[in-house]
């Protein structure tokens, strides 16, 4: 699963690069005012990562294909004065092009994956300071097998027979 991640990094560092952050997602937002929580810090725009939940089944062999739901976090620092009168609404053309930006490279894309990305579900909604969060869950089929196969040792039975006259 941590390659999925690593591709998705890499991937959208090189077809994004506006974004500042590209990481995997460790409660960065979460965590932005902590100032006893030692972590790099989150500067915008960002996009966080991460592996949600995978459901397994086997699939024979000590192979399991699963159903992996990623979060998709885009960040935007949204200091801008937006309301109708300002004359900047300008930046909330800007932030809704670059989530579907995001979406576009996303939606259909297979990176370490059995099946493309395809999203869910999608929130947005703001956080401290006028951070802007817009949050997409984002659906894949991933396989794993279990390379080595492991034998149990039976244990030996001794059967001593012996004939009494």
């Not at 817009?134 to 089929?141: A, G, I, R």
């Amino acid at each position: 699963m941590e390659q999925t991640l690593c591709q998705l990094i890499d991937f959208l560092k090189e077809k994004m690069p506006s974004l500042s952050v590209i990481d995997e997602d460790y409660g960065q937002l979460e965590n932005i005012e902590d100032e006893d929580t030692d972590m790099y810090p989150l500067t915008f725009p960002a996009v966080l990562i991460e592996e949600a939940q995978t459901e397994w089944s086997d699939i024979g062999m000590l192979a399991q294909k699963g159903t992996c739901r990623l979060r998709i976090r885009l960040i935007i620092d949204c200091y801008d004065d937006t309301h109708a009168t300002s004359g900047t609404t300008q930046a909330v053309r800007e932030r809704n092009e670059m989530r579907h930006q995001l979406h576009q490279l996303l939606q259909g894309t297979c990176l370490g994956t059995d099946a493309p990305l395809i999203r869910k579900s999608s929130k947005f909604f703001t956080w401290k300071h006028g951070i802007k969060v817009y949050e997409m869950m984002y659906e894949c089929t991933v396989s794993e097998l279990v390379k080595e196969t492991r034998t149990v040792q039976k244990p030996s039975l001794r059967v001593k027979m012996g004939v009494k006259v």
